[in-house]
């Protein structure tokens, strides 16, 4: 089992910044790939960001390259998202989650979840 607890949210202006952090416990952290996924109100939720065991591979959805980074720090086990240049579009849910098998940017690929943090850009 993992546990995941994310934290960071709020609310900000557009062209602002925010950094969400998601803290595991249970399994070792080290063990898993992480992602980070969004739902917008009465949308899905969707794909944000995943990184790699070490950290050496990220990957991006469209919307957010060049605009989030994605990292660990594995002696933390810690997740982060750093979001700059928010767009009213970015607000949403903000989940991570620990990745079991199956394609990186479907949430059926990943076995565990936080509870989520709210962000909301205001325009």
């Known amino acids: 089992q993992v546990q995941l607890v994310e934290s960071g949210g709020g609310l900000v202006q557009t062209g602002g910044s925010l950094r969400l952090s998601c803290t595991t416990s249970?399994?070792?952290?080290?063990?898993?790939?992480m992602g980070w996924f969004r739902q917008a109100p009465g949308k899905e939720r969707e794909f944000v960001a995943v990184?790699?065991?070490?950290?050496?591979?990220?990957y991006y959805a469209d919307s957010v390259r060049g605009r989030f980074t994605i990292s660990r720090d594995n002696a933390k086990n810690t997740v982060y998202l750093q979001m700059n240049s928010l767009k009213p579009d970015d607000t949403a849910i903000y989940y991570c989650a620990a990745k079991g098998s199956g394609a990186y940017y479907s949430e059926d690929a990943y076995d565990y979840w936080g509870q989520g943090t709210q962000v909301t850009v205001s325009s």
């Open positions: 990184i790699a065991w070490t950290g050496a591979s990220t």
């Open positions: 249970g399994r070792t952290f080290s063990d898993y790939v």
